[in-house]
């Protein structure tokens, strides 16, 4: 009687596309529950601060503005419950993906995690939060009568895409810079806060001097926001935006993260 021997799989030295993209997603939903734990633990509310967090967030400024309600055309509390929460996207993924490699640099010793992957998982995790946490709140203030349903949920839904596309890119970005310069780690807060202004959140377009407003449509973070508001407002609130240049400067904006990432990356290998 003679026992059997079990050879191995052979390896296949040239995978396919789709076999790398399953160990890809794999391989970022992993890291992407690594986050999870290290961030938020496994006793109390554990995940469920993924969304508690920001949520507060937005509470929290409705309740802080709402006081000038009467001074206002429109309801501040419902321009805000739709507005601040897109704010969350580019602000809170930068926050959390600067220097993201330098931190997790020990997980690159494992052949299947690449750098990109790390950034991505990160980027996931917030991106995540944020939406749960609008469409959650948005559900329960529209019961409470604080906001409506929308005018055109497609063109809202377009909108909210657009705001998460462009915070994507901008992050990217961010993340590289932050890689390659020690300042611009240092001085990305302030870059976020100075954007508050020209971000489309709380001042809506309509109320800007026509002189500053057309600089503002520039920048394609405000087209989206607006896009997104014409799509929750409808005729209730007049909105400006160019749609054309909204998506071919933010498709600018990504090709232009994922080159400068490159640059971070193999400056990240190197050394």
């Known amino acids: 009687m003679t026992a059997k021997t079990h050879r191995p799989a052979p390896v296949d030295a040239h995978p396919s596309f789709w076999h790398q993209l399953r160990i890809q997603r794999r391989v970022i939903w992993a890291l992407t529950m690594r986050e999870t734990i290290t961030r938020f633990g496994r006793e109390g509310l554990g995940a469920i601060w993924m969304v508690a967090e920001p949520s507060m967030f937005i509470v929290g400024v409705m309740a802080i503005f709402s006081h000038i309600e009467s001074h206002a055309t429109y309801s501040i509390a419902e321009y805000l419950a739709v507005s601040y929460p897109t704010l969350l996207f580019w602000r809170n993924g930068t926050n959390r993906v600067t220097k993201a490699l330098e931190i997790n640099r020990a997980l690159l010793h494992h052949a299947p995690i690449r750098p990109i992957d790390i950034i991505y998982s990160r980027i996931l995790l917030e991106f995540s939060g944020a939406a749960g946490a609008f469409f959650i709140l948005y559900l329960v203030f529209v019961q409470l009568g604080i906001c409506h349903w929308p005018a055109d949920i497609l063109t809202m839904a377009l909108g909210y895409l657009l705001v998460i596309w462009f915070s994507f890119a901008f992050v990217l970005i961010m993340a590289a810079l932050a890689e390659l310069s020690e300042t611009i780690d240092r001085v990305s807060h302030i870059i976020i806060y100075l954007m508050l202004p020209f971000s489309g959140v709380f001042i809506p377009l309509y109320a800007i001097p026509i002189r500053f407003r057309e600089a503002l449509l520039a920048f394609p973070l405000v087209d989206a926001v607006e ?20 998506v071919t400067a933010i498709l600018a904006m990504t090709l232009f993260s994922y080159a400068l990432t490159n640059i971070a990356i193999r400056r990240v290998q190197l050394n």
């Open 227 to 246: 896009y997104f508001h014409s799509g929750y407002y409808g005729s209730r609130m007049p909105t400006y935006y160019n749609l054309g240049y909204t």
